[in-house]
Nanobody
């Protein structure tokens, strides 16, 4: 019941920057956690960053100091600012939403469709 629309992916040179956005919509009662995951070809999906309802953030070691996750509660939108991009950051990036929906506040998790980020010269 929650749809996630991602944007901001594309091709960027090493050292460049991209900003991903993910807007959640639907019968949202409350948002608990939003985050970003990524999956490179032949590899498992891995956590990139998360932000909780208490604005607590966490990052994968590989992106600490380079990526910043933020949230706009009014817009139910999460962002991922990616700086100093490296070729190894190349992957499909997926937005994740976790919270409650509907009259009964059903706990649920939703995933975005994924957006391609390619870091190459």
């Amino acid at each position: 019941q929650v749809q996630l629309v991602e944007s901001g992916g594309g091709l960027v040179q090493p050292g460049g920057s991209l900003r991903l956005s993910c807007a959640a919509s639907g019968s949202i009662f409350s948002t608990n956690v939003m985050g970003w995951y990524r999956q490179a070809p032949g590899k498992q999906r891995e956590l990139v960053a998360t932000i909780t309802s208490g604005d607590s953030t966490s990052y994968a070691d590989s992106v600490k100091g380079r990526f910043t996750i933020s949230r706009d509660n009014a817009l139910n939108t999460v962002y991922l600012q990616m700086n100093s991009l490296k070729p190894e950051d190349t992957a499909v990036y997926y937005c994740q939403w976790s919270g409650t929906t509907g009259w009964l506040r059903k706990t649920t998790t939703s995933w975005g469709q994924g957006t391609q980020v390619t870091v190459s010269s």
